[in-house]
């Protein structure tokens, strides 16, 4: 891969058995079109995946599910890094370096953290130090920009904070990223509440629309979407008055390619009911082949494989070359290999 284009890090958690439209249009769609423009590594994170409460063998089902998503979604091996987070052991160690770094009260400073707790009976160390593994994650490969939604702002922002830190004190090795937002689809919302993010973690089922539902069941979801009160019941895209019918028209236009304006102008005196069935055969349409691509390659256990062993090669050769550079700097004895016990 050529390593004049900037590096780009994503990662997505195999926590649930499907991805849901809003994990597509939100990112994963962007890591596709990404992929010409950038040197590309996507992970499935299933470190971070244990900061909560899990099944072990639950976990390595939805691991793999996850990777045939992003495989069926168009992430092209040969044209980008795809891997497990567990098969590079290196995450974890600069996360410990990297803990070391980071001050416990700017950790305790972490939304997510606040949010995430709230909900747990038991709260882990683990989660607490989410926001450092992940700072690791993107630093280790050095990426230039990396793919978030508005909620990771605040953790991309301590990962920039920790590359300087540890830069000022050691000398100059990371790279401090940027976050790279696609504007359009940044944001799509749970489809009976609008005015908060379509999430596995807080959306109720008929909220979301999981990629890997029975089509019939999403054709549902849609149709059942929250609008609005309005007695004549006109199509027009507003985020505060009308949430509910501008989170249907954003869905409408990412999966068209139609401009909004565009669906409004067509749909404005037809009433909601024609914008939702078309709006509903438009995923049906998506979500078919999708979930064929996606059964084609969990049957293959082999194929699968060979893209993880390959993707954690690479993805291990620039987490080695990093991790040499950080031992060295913060003045770990190196381990000669030519000496004998």
């Known amino acids: 891969m050529s390593t004049q284009r900037p590096r780009v890090l994503s990662g997505i958690q195999p926590t649930a058995d499907s991805f849901h439209l809003g994990n597509y249009l939100g990112a994963v769609r962007q890591w596709v ?11 499935v994170v299933d470190l971070h995946a244990i900061t909560v409460e899990y099944e072990p063998e639950l976990l390595r089902q939805r691991t793999r599910v996850a990777v045939a998503q992003l495989l069926a979604a168009g992430l092209d091996p040969n044209r980008c890094t795809v891997f497990v987070q567990s098969h590079v ?5 600069l996360c410990w370096v990297l803990g070391c770094l980071t001050g416990f009260g700017e950790a ?18 683990g989660l607490f130090t989410y926001p450092v593994l992940q700072a690791a994650d993107i630093m280790l490969y050095q990426a230039d920009q990396v793919p978030v939604g508005e909620d990771q702002r605040q953790h991309l922002e301590l990962t920039r904070n920790l590359a300087q830190r540890f830069n000022t004190r050691f000398g100059q ?9 696609l504007a359009e689809t940044g944001r799509i919302a749970d489809l009976q509440e609008p005015d908060v993010k379509m999430s596995k973690s807080t959306s109720s089922p008929q909220g979301i629309i999981d990629l890997l539902d029975e089509p019939k069941a999403l054709r549902r979801k849609v149709m059942r979407a929250v609008t609005d009160a309005d007695p004549d019941a006109r199509i027009r895209y507003d985020d505060d008055g009308k949430p509910g019918v501008s989170n249907l028209l954003r869905i409408f236009s990412a999966l068209s390619g139609t401009p909004v304006e565009d669906l409004v102008t067509k749909y ?4 909601y009911g024609a914008l939702k069935k078309d709006l509903a055969a438009k995923v049906e349409a998506f979500v ?15 194929a699968v494989d060979a893209v993880l062993a390959a993707g954690a090669e690479r993805a291990g050769a620039v987490a080695a070359q990093t991790m040499e550079r950080v031992r060295d700097l ?6 000669r290999a030519d000496v004998t016990r």
């Open 33 to 43: 079109a990404l992929q010409d423009s950038h040197d590309a590594f996507y992970c």
């Open 89 to 93: 052991r290196e995450h974890a160690e």
């Open 108 to 125: 305790s400073r972490m939304t997510q953290f606040k949010d995430k707790s709230v909900k747990q009976q038991q709260v882990s160390v």
């Open 173 to 181: 090795t990371f790279v401090q990223p940027e976050a790279y937002i």
């Open 268 to 271: 404005d005196g037809g009433g």
């Open 288 to 302: 078919t082949p999708f979930q064929e691509r996606v059964q084609a390659l969990l049957a293959d256990d082999d």
């Open 330 to 335: 913060v003045g770990f004895v190196p381990m």
